[in-house]
């Protein structure tokens, strides 16, 4: 075999593991995605349980509709959810795009919350002043905990550095392409949504209205993060899925070429053989044509 024709099946070889490579990353990414995307219905219905709550406790001390006065000054706290790990496309980009776009439209200073290794990495060559970051989860049985961390970084904010606007920007999953970029208000709290809910029978409660109503509202931001890092962590595999497509498409392209390169070299090598029988078949005729000559 020729020196020429080895190097190119070593090469084919390895762009055969490197296809079987995405293929398995697609597969994981598909999987994750799934399982994420399947969570969200007890994420929502937890949600659901603590804004009843909350409209019962309305029902016992009710709040003004209107924003306080002070919230037109403050900090503008962005929460932009992002990628931990990489071939993920332009998702880390479209995330920050919008959150740099939502901090600039509030007029404010702005505190930059940055989950996912990838994300700080991109933020930092954006020049953006990170106050707090943190990991992205690595599968969705992780939510909780990261929503713990930001809620907890996020009221220590609220109560020492004059946060009075939190923004969290993410992703949601989705068949089409490019991705669909939201972005939720936390705070100022949106009383709007939760309708009072008066009751025959008061509720049994432990703790005063106001007090109680505060610690809803804690725990509906919590559940609100929760469900928006469960579904960034969805589309963010979905991302990768379709960058792994595309990669696998691009691989599968260089294996024929290399392949077909592989047979015409084989094919040139047949021929040239065939060629050197042929003429040293000849060869022998001829001189035993010229010996019977000279008898």
């Not at 946060?163 to 949106?190: M, W």
């Amino acid at each position: 075999m020729s020196e020429r024709l080895r190097d190119v099946e070593t090469r084919v070889h390895s762009v055969q593991q490197l296809s079987a490579v995405i293929t398995a990353m697609r597969g994981i990414a598909a999987a994750r995605s799934r399982e994420a995307q399947a969570s969200l219905e007890g994420i929502r219905a937890y949600a659901g349980v603590v804004a009843a709550a909350i409209g019962r406790t309305l029902a016992l001390q009710p709040v003004s509709q209107a924003e306080p006065p002070t919230s037109t000054r403050g900090a503008h706290a962005v929460v932009a959810l992002c990628a931990e790990q990489g071939f993920a496309g332009v998702f880390n980009e479209r995330v920050l795009d919008v959150a740099m776009r939502a901090a600039e439209d509030s007029g404010r200073s702005a505190l930059y919350f940055i989950v996912g290794n990838r994300g700080v990495s991109l933020a930092e060559e954006r020049g953006l002043q990170i106050d707090w970051s943190g990991a992205m989860v690595g599968r969705v049985a992780q939510a909780p905990e990261l929503a713990n961390r930001v809620v907890e970084a996020l009221y220590q904010r609220i109560a020492t550095r004059h946060v009075t606007r939190v923004t969290v920007v993410y992703a949601i999953p989705g068949p089409a392409a490019p991705l669909d970029i939201v972005q939720r208000r936390l705070v100022p709290f949106d009383f709007d949504r939760f309708a009072p809910d008066p009751s025959l029978v008061p509720p049994l409660t432990t703790l005063a209205p106001s007090e109680l109503l505060g610690k809803l509202v804690e725990e509906y931001v919590f559940a609100e993060l929760c469900e928006a890092a469960t579904l960034s962590f969805a589309a963010e595999n979905e991302a990768r899925m379709r960058a792994m497509i595309v990669a696998h498409e691009h691989v599968e392209d260089r294996l024929r070429q290399l392949v077909a390169q592989s047979h015409q070299l084989r094919q040139e090598e047949i021929t040239s053989e065939i060629i050197e029988l042929a003429a040293g078949t000849a060869a022998r005729g001829n001189a035993a044509e010229t010996a019977s000559a000279l008898r």
